[in-house]
């Protein structure tokens, strides 16, 4: 009996590492994506000013390291936001009514930890997401010819 008990919980404990891999995955590619697709739009709208740096003299690199510094920007308000309402919703979630009124009695008490670390991962994985998707950008833009780009960029 105590054999099969420990077989189960083995059985369901790769049944969760599988699911926590599927959701991370995912919820990765929901963070690139976006990320991705914002960058690219604006390195297609922007090719006329790509361009106009590339000719006074930014460098291919200088041009790709914009891009990726843009989107180091997002990702850290990407974190800023999402710290802001982690903790907005725990303390919703932990705050007890005072009085037994008839519209907050469905409300349960919920108390959440907010560890530091938990705080610096999803920084990190904000920032992580936003960097993968600006290197497609980033090579993109920087691979311009810039005065393709200004001509491109004026009837854009």
């Known amino acids: 009996a105590q054999e099969s008990r420990i077989t189960e919980i083995h ?3 790769a049944s969760l590492q599988l699911l926590v891999l599927v959701v991370g995955t995912g919820v990765f590619g929901f963070g690139v ?14 090719r006329g000013t790509i361009g106009i740096l590339r000719v006074m003299g930014v460098s291919q690199l200088g041009v ?5 510094f843009r989107a180091m920007v997002i990702g850290i308000l990407a974190a800023a936001l999402c710290t802001v309402t ?6 919703f979630l932990a705050w007890t009514p005072a ?3 008839l519209w907050v009695t469905w409300k349960p008490t919920v108390n959440i930890s907010i ?7 999803m920084c990190a994985g ?3 997401c936003s960097c993968c998707g600006a290197l ?21």
Do not use: C, N
């Not at 497609?136 to 854009?156: C, M, N, T, Y």
């Open 99 to 101: 009085a037994e009124s």
């Open 115 to 121: 560890a530091i670390d938990d705080i610096g991962v």
């Open 86 to 91: 982690f903790y907005t919703i725990s303390t």
């Open 33 to 46: 994506v976006p990320g991705f697709s914002v960058l690219m739009d604006s390195t297609d709208r922007k």
């Open 11 to 13: 059985e369901q404990d």
């Open 126 to 128: 904000a920032l992580l």
């Open 64 to 68: 790709f390291y914009l891009v990726v």
């Open 136 to 156: 497609w950008p980033g090579w993109k833009a920087s691979s311009l010819d810039p005065f393709e780009a200004i001509v491109q960029g004026r009837f854009h």
